[in-house]
């Protein structure tokens, strides 16, 4: 059977799942309580069960894998709203049950190898002198990169710039743009060095209203959070 990579990694955590939650015990007969059915939680199930200890597996959500979860009901047609790929396959010990299961393993293909490379150093990108070397580095190797790259860039500057601010989230809500913060004396920093353009309304919330000539486009929202989070840098 030739699984794709996006359903292995569902099936995966299903088929590592099943003996753990076949054995699940009766209240009062375990040994071992595991909170979670993520990998984690899988794994160490199967290893109380090869121990031949007795455990309760309890998951609050309505599906095992955790943040493996491939979604096939909302377009039809199944996809990914986490876990996708299996690093390191040599040594990665769900690739070890493909070969018990059945399941094909093959490698992804190399424009793909790249896309994963360049996710996983943007996610581990801590500040803003670090990103744009990295901006150089992808120009200086491939070119200008294209729109979809120029984004990840892009909200990966404005992630950083809220780290910086400790700022948990920023969401549209009508006219307003919301940040959400953790603290107050970096959100009234904030607030002062917008010129009171970013207010805090409350413990948790700073609100920028959009005024009717900002431009309201993708881009313009870009350059208006980079304004306020990083004036010194726009331009
Ligand atoms: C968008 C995205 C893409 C990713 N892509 C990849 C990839 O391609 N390859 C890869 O290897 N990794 C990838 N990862 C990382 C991978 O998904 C995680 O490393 C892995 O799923 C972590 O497993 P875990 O068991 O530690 O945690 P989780 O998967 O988060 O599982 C924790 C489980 O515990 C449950 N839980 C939490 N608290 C409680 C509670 N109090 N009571 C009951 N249940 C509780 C949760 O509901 C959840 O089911 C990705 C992650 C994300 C978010």
New binding site residues.
Partial sequence: MTLNRRNF?AASAALASAPALGAVSAPGETDVAI????????AAARKVAAAGRRFVL????DH?????VTDTRIFGVPF????????MPDINPVAKLVSRSGLDLYPAPPGQKLR?EVYRRLARLRDLKKLDDFRQELRDRYGPPPEAVEWLLRTTEIRLLCVRWQIASIRRLANDLVFTYRNADRAKQLSAQSRGRAKVVDEKSIYLRLKSEDDDSPEGLYRLLRGVLNPQQNG
């Fill in positions: 990694i909170v979670g059915a993520g990998a984690a939680g899988i309890i998951e609050a959500n095992v894998g955790g943040r493996c990914d709203r986490g876990a996708h790929w299996l690093h994963i």
